[in-house]
């Protein structure tokens, strides 16, 4: 199956958090999204591998994506080497998507700055034959992406462009509340963290707006690209 967006992200609840309204746009327009999980995000002080397994497969309902894989690569073992860049090649040779998504490379979680690298990296060397992949024992053509954006975590950047997510909001963060063992939740006994806190998801929805005022819209998403990217002339009315 080949996409037209592949979005890499360490743990599960990354790629909603950063760009789930993104994601819920271009679904509903008809693009097929595929969203890689790198681990399994079983360090994470709230809920099991196990129970963020289950939340990832509902918010990949939700959001209406078309394929989402798990890595395995080990919570907080997100690191360079060979096996993990072969692993991303060859997600990136299986599906051959038009653009990818990584995390920003400044961010407080070092396995989301270790993602970010390890994306950059493997969009690279994906495009070059002398690098051997094989899927089901079946030797894979190489493929490069044509474009690769970064979203953001919790460091800010100044955007490259900012996607509005007005309309697809509410879908966002119905797929960000997937993942209940992550956030608030008045009833659960587990220890509090730095995103289970109530005012996490206000902070989310405080970003989208800061983020959708700046283009004039109620909610937005902000993106970075390190090369230039085309405006086409029926954007700029």
Do not use: C, W
């Amino acid at each position: 199956m080949n996409l037209d967006v592949l979005i890499f992200g360490a743990h599960p609840d990354d790629a909603e958090l950063s760009m789930g309204g993104t994601i819920a746009k271009l679904t509903s327009l008809n693009y097929k999204i595929g969203i890689i999980d790198l681990s399994r995000g079983e360090l994470g002080t709230r809920g099991t591998a196990e129970t963020r397994q289950k939340e990832a497969f509902q918010a990949g309902i939700i959001l209406k994506i078309a394929k989402r894989e798990n890595l395995s690569i080990p919570d907080g073992e997100i690191q360079k080497n060979k096996e993990n860049i072969s692993k991303i090649i060859m997600a990136m040779r299986r599906y051959r998507p038009k653009i990818v998504f990584a995390p920003y490379k400044n961010d407080r979680h070092p396995d989301h700055v270790a993602t970010s690298r390890l994306v950059k990296e493997a969009s690279f060397f994906s495009g070059l034959p002398k690098i051997k992949t094989f899927d089901k024992e079946i030797n894979q053509a190489p493929y490069r992406p044509a474009k690769l954006y970064y979203f953001m975590q919790t460091y800010t950047f100044e955007p490259s462009f900012i996607i509005d997510i007005t309309e697809k909001f509410n879908v966002k963060m119905e797929a960000v509340k997937a993942y209940s063992t992550q956030f608030f939740d008045p009833k659960s006994i587990e220890p509090e963290t730095f995103i289970s806190r109530p005012e996490f998801l206000e902070f989310i929805e405080s970003r989208a707006q800061f983020y959708g005022f700046k283009i004039g819209k109620r909610y937005g998403e902000p993106f970075y690209a390190e090369s230039e990217v085309e405006l086409k002339v029926d954007s700029l009315f």
